[in-house]
């Protein structure tokens, strides 16, 4: 399968600060990325989708001032959580779709972020 | 109602034997489904997935829908303690978005 990467794969802040989360698409173009959380044994839950040139589109809930997301290209993706707090402490992991638009989601190992 | 729902578990079954996990979803006109298999700390991946009605094989792992009854299923014949994880279940809603089920934990017991 295609192979996405995830930076950093862990990251602990103090409380206020910002975290940027890298996710990549190594071996395929990517027109959409999405972004995902998951608590502690908890299911993911979908936060975005990350359309490459556009706006990303935030599910119910999800601040979109607070988790930026720019799809500056067709292999990269950021997220950037701003002035995290602990209860942002959450692993973060994105997925990547192949430009043929196939069913198939291909999910970076993840980001877990740990706020003070 | 949740879109989709799994039995959490955790569901135990001896080595060797064959673990049948469940999912259940709400919304009828769902086309495509997906498991997923989760070790702790480690992000999903894809075992299977399936778009018709019936069964899917593929090596120990059987897929099997029921559009009727909105269930779909997952069939573990040979059941291994590295088989021991998380299964996630899951939708795609428009938009190529996955919505996923709470998940049930298997435990393989050598």
């Known amino acids: 399968g295609a192979v996405v990467s995830q930076h950093p794969s862990w990251v602990i802040c103090k409380s206020g600060t910002s975290v940027k989360i890298e996710c990549r698409s190594l071996d395929f173009q990517a027109t959409t990325m999405f972004w995902y959380r998951q608590f502690p044994k908890q299911s993911l839950m979908l936060m975005a989708t990350?359309?490459?040139?556009?706006?990303?589109?935030?599910e119910q809930g999800v601040e979109k001032d607070k988790f930026l997301i720019n799809h500056a290209s067709l292999t990269l993706s950021t997220l950037t959580v701003t002035s995290a707090h602990p209860e942002d402490s959450s692993f973060y992991i994105c997925?990547?779709?192949?430009?043929?638009?196939?069913?198939?989601?291909?999910f970076g190992p993840g980001t877990r972020l740990t706020v003070l | 109602q949740k879109e989709v729902e799994q039995n959490s578990g955790p569901l135990s079954v001896p080595e060797g034997a064959i673990a049948s996990l469940n999912c259940t979803y709400s919304d009828r006109g769902s086309q495509s489904f997906f498991w997923y298999r989760q070790y702790s700390g480690k992000s999903p991946e894809l075992i299977m997935f399936?778009?018709?009605?019936g069964d899917k094989e593929d090596g120990r792992f059987t897929a099997q829908l029921n559009k009727a009854s909105q269930y779909v299923s997952l069939l573990i014949r040979d059941s291994q303690p590295s088989d021991s994880a998380t299964y996630l279940c899951?939708?795609?809603?428009?938009?190529?978005?996955?919505?996923f089920g709470g998940g049930t934990r298997l435990m393989v017991k050598p």
């Open positions: 399936i778009y018709s009605n």
């Open positions: 997925s990547a779709l192949t430009s043929g638009g196939a069913d198939e989601q291909f």
């Open positions: 899951a939708v795609i809603k428009a938009g190529n978005m996955l919505t």
């Open positions: 990350s359309n490459e040139g556009s706006k990303a589109t935030y």
